[in-house]
């Protein structure tokens, strides 16, 4: 996934760049209440997502039985298709953009790079979370100080196995940016005099919706999206 891969990946219809100029979402989403858990994917629709067209993008699909043949049981599922380079979805009823986790169940069904990295805000800052980038092999937060996560400090060694589900859990917080990748904490990044940006080539959508979920050439399948404000003081 190299540098010229990703400008590749900045070349997009004019709808999609007139849609990312447009004002970020101003409103959070009333369900996010107190510390409740809110459900992103209904299990049923798309309902709350909006597919982006990212200039070769693959088509994203609701799948009410959904399953490869690593499982037993069918699932209600939210697929990414594989296109050219980037495919993705933005999330657009308004998330929190401080003090929040977001927690999420996906698989890469094929491909060989990221399936469900995660987009997010840091107030009126964006950053990405990739999960199992680089070949599949690399997690971290792009970026930090203008380096991407395959070189900062919050870079480490993810390997994930193919057509299993994973879970991942991001945490925001005013001086943290907090990641877990099957139940295991993988970063820990103190954002204190830290600046965070997006890559070259990331969906300019990011900086409107907030939370947008992206694959690289590959195809993901998510199954579970969660995402709740919390105290600041708040341990788990």
């Known amino acids: 996934m ?8 900045a070349v ?7 849609q990312a100029r447009r004002p970020k ?20 629709s798309l309902s709350g997502w909006l ?8 088509p994203v699909e609701f799948e009410a039985e959904f399953k490869t043949d690593k499982q037993t049981n069918t699932v209600p599922a939210i697929l ?3 296109g050219d380079m980037l495919s993705g979805m933005a999330w657009t009823n308004g998330p929190p953009r401080m003090n929040y986790e977001i927690e999420w169940e996906a698989m890469r069904v094929d491909g060989n790079d990221f399936f469900a990295a995660m987009g997010f805000a840091v107030n009126d800052s964006y950053a990405s979370f990739i999960p199992s980038g680089w070949g599949g ?21 993810l390997p994930l196995e193919d057509k299993v589900w ?31 940006s997006l890559r070259s080539g990331s969906p300019a959508e990011i900086k409107r919706y907030g939370i ?23 341990e788990k």
């Open 166 to 196: 994973h879970k991942f859990k991001l945490r925001v917080t005013e001086k943290k940016v907090e990641a877990w990748a099957n139940e295991k904490k993988i970063i820990d990044l103190r954002t204190e005099d830290k600046e965070l």
């Open 212 to 234: 947008v979920c992206t694959v690289y050439r590959s195809t993901g399948a998510i199954k579970d999206i969660r995402m709740r404000k919390i105290k600041i003081d708040e």
């Open 2 to 9: 190299g540098l010229i891969a990703w400008a590749l990946c």
């Open 80 to 82: 990414i298709h594989r």
């Open 25 to 44: 979402i101003p409103y959070e989403y009333e369900n996010f209440k107190d510390t409740n858990w809110v459900q992103l994917f209904d299990g049923k």
């Open 51 to 58: 597919p982006l067209e990212l200039g070769g993008s693959g």
């Open 137 to 157: 092999s690399v997690a971290g937060i792009s970026c930090v100080d203008n380096r991407d996560a395959s070189e900062n400090e919050t870079s480490s060694y």
């Open 12 to 18: 997009q219809s004019p709808e999609a760049l007139a």
